[in-house]
Every structure is written in structure tokens, then in C-alpha cells.
């Protein structure tokens, strides 16, 4: 059997040597410029969870190193790399529909240069598609050699090839790649990657890989970092937080790594996901409680409410299991917000069994839901069982299930109005300039008129009216 506990090399040689090819590519595209007075531009797509966005933001860090200008308009990048998705299927309908288009405008641009990398490309299937069907892309990489985009682009450039890199797994984990964040206030730090739970309808085990978790001082190290740069928020990412740790020569729990976080001056709130319902220890609710900068809300996925179905997803935790859990956290922190992830749908799923997650809905009082209908994965166990579940069928479930959802946040939320909350402050809204948005620690999505100069701000408002998926507030004066 294979070690799990063994060190996991931090690979510096690695990183200095992606490093050259990015000064590399800078020369030539700083000539480019000379020249033309034009800078090369890159258009940069992130497809998936919030580990996929992080992912890009560390492509996109690469290719401001190179010389490369972000763009946000597709017709204008000289390079444009989508990192994929594929945890469901109308994730990868939206990849080949993107290809599908871009085969069209190659032909009027030949030069640009066409990238695809993330989950998808971990797939056999996928490569063998895009091999025969869509000989337009130029670089296909997947999520363990990610920090080789610059060596790949050289290659590229050097040969004229198309370049495919695709690995079966890397247990290094290359440290301080540049990356770009999309928000100055807030950030998200890798805390483990890969994922070793293996539900059964999720793809996720098969294209990141097993667990790894980074060093707790590799981690703090960056906090701090972050927290110079002007950085408030960090967001500690992994499939499942709960278990970080585990794999290093001295095990260092997540609670305990919270609490470091916690001691990070700068940094004044913490948010983590994903939180595994089986693992969720008592050590965790106290370090949450204890710690002022983590904010009180949870995102605690429980993914179908009967505790057969749940067997058969193997998520190793029972409906009782998990309401324990939460009337725990909920004794811990009465004022906690809950959010979760609920696929309806599974194979086998009966109108009881659809019936406990309403209950569960019912009980818990989820302030969010990630709510999807099951979507069948090549080479996961649930996709060959007995009993897949007739479409309409599925969409009729859904629907009930938004209309027992939907008026429970809306009352949940009623108990929000005429609270201050504090906020940070993140962009203008989208439709109204004059309009601020940002979230309180508990999560909820405040819109509010002021300044654009409070953009990075933790302020405090008031809720003055509940919109069920987000508040509108009015400022008040003071802390
Ligand atoms: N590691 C996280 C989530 C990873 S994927 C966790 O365990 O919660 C995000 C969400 O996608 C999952 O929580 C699940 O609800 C959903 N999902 C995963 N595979 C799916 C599938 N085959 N069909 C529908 N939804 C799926
Ligand atoms: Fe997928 Fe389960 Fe791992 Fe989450 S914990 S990534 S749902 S296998
Ligand atoms: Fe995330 Fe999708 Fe991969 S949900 S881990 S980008 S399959």
C-alpha cells in the first residue's frame, strides 16, 4: 500500500525553472510591443468551482509575468485559455459549444493561440475528442501541471506544435506561482488539493487526484503575505477542509490551522470550504466559536436527505448523523448561517426518499443552496447503477423542492431586517453604479448607496428590506 503520510516536496527548482520561460516569453513580447506598440492580450476563462477560479487566477498570474494583458472582450486576445469543468455534463456542452465557435473565428485569426486546462482534460474521452474533432487547440493541459503554462507556451512558440501535457498525478506542490487575484480585499489560499472521498456520482477523485495538503507554515506564510498586500478576507480551500492535514510527517488539524490563521494580524475574517459532514470534529466547532475572524457561516453540503441514498453515495454519514451535527453548530453558534450543496436525482432515488431531503430542508434552514439534478459521469460508480431516474421525474422533484427552498430563505432572511451588519465591501453593483455590494460575515449579500471609495471596506449598515437572495441596507454611522 502506498504511504499517505509521506512528505510532500515543495518543488522550488521546479518553480524558478517556469520562471526563465516566463522572462523568456516577456523579451518577446515586450519586442512585440516595441515594434508594433500593440501588447499581446490574454482572455482567461474560469469554468468551475472556486478552486477552478483560484487555478485561473494563478494562470493569469503567469501570463501577466510573460507580457500578456488581461482583455475581457474574447474577438480581442491574442491567447485564450479556458480552465474546465466537468463535474457535470452541461459543464463540457459548454466547452465543446465554445470550441465549436472558436473553430470559426481561427479561420479569420490563425495566430491566436487557443489553451484549454483544468478537470475536463483529465479525462481519456476528452482527449481523444479533442484529437480527432478540434485540431484548433493549440495547448491542452490538465490540473496537475498548471504551473507549466509557461514551459508549454514555449514549446508551443519554439515548435508550432500542438502541445498536449496531460499527467496522471503529481504529488509535488509547486509553491508561490504569481497569481492575480480578482478582488484586492480578498483571497483564496489553497490549503489541500485533490480529494480522496470518492462519492459515488462525483468525477472530482478522478481528475484532481488524492489528497495533499500544503504545509501549515507554506499556508500561514502566504496569509501573511496576503495580509501586507491589504488583503481582509481569506477563503481556505479544499475539497474537504476537514481533513487537511492528515497526509503530513506531523499531522496538523484543520481546527488547529484555523486557529493560526486566526493569529494572522491584517486578516480580519476567515471563510473555509468544503466542509465534509463526516468529518466535521468538535475541535472544529470550538476553534470557529473561539476564533473572532472566522465568520459565522457554514457551508456544510448535504447532498440528499435519506440515509440510503446516502449510503449509496457513499458520503458515510446518516440523516440523523448530520442533523446531530448541525443542531451541534447551531448550539455552538446560534446566530451561524448554513448553506449546502442537494443533488436531486441519484440513481434509485424513490418520492421517500425525496421526501427526507425536504424534511432535512425543513429542519436545517439553509440560508443557500446549490441545488443540482444528478448528472451521470463516465467511470463513476453511480453511473452504471440499477434505477437512474426518469427526467421529468427529476425536473418535477426539482421544482418542488424550490418552492419548499425559496420561501424558507425568504423567512429566514426576515429575521435579518432591521439588524447592522458589517460588511465588506467588494464591487458597484452591476446594474446601478451608485450602488455598492458586498457580504456580511454571515454570508448574506448586502446592496447598498455609497461611495465607491468604501470598495475594500468592512462598513457598518443596516438591513432595511429582505429580497430573499440578497438585502438591501442603508448606512449608519460608527462601528
Ligand atoms: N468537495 C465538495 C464539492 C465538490 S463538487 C463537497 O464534497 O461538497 C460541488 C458539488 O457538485 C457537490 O457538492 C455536488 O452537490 C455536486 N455534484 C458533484 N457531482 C455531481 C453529479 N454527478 N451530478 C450532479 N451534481 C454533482
Ligand atoms: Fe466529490 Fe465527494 Fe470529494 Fe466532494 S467529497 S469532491 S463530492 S468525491
Ligand atoms: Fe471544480 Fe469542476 Fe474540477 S467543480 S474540482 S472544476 S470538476
Redesign the pocket.
Known sequence: MKDTRKDIAVDETELLRQLDYMQGIRKINDAFETETGKKKKFFSLAMGCQMNAHDSEKLEGMLDKMGYERTDEETDADFIIYNTCCVRENAEQKVYGKLGWLKHYKKDKPDTVIALCGCMMQQDSVIKTLRQKYRHVDIVFGTYNLYKLPELMNTRMESGDTIYDIWQEQEEIVEDLPSIRHFPYKAAVNIMFG?N???TY?I??YVRGRERSREAEDIIAEVKKLAADGVKEIMLLG??VNSYGKNLSEPVSFAKLLRMVNDVEGIERIRFM?S?PKDLSDELIEAMKDCPKVCKSLHLPVQAGSSEILRRMNRNYTKESYLETVGKIKEAMPDITLSTDIIVGFPGETEEDFQETLDVIRKVGYTTAYTFIYSKRTGTPAATMDNQVDEDLIKDRFDRMLNVLNPMIHELNEKMVGKIVHVLVEEPSKSNKDVLTGRADNYALVHFEGSKDLIGQIVPVRIIENKTFYFIAERVNGD
Do not use: A, G
Request: a neutral charge; aromatic letters at 10%; hydrophobic letters at 20%.
Open positions: 480529494c472521498n470518492f462519492c462525483c472530482v477523485p475539497q474537504n468544503t465534509h
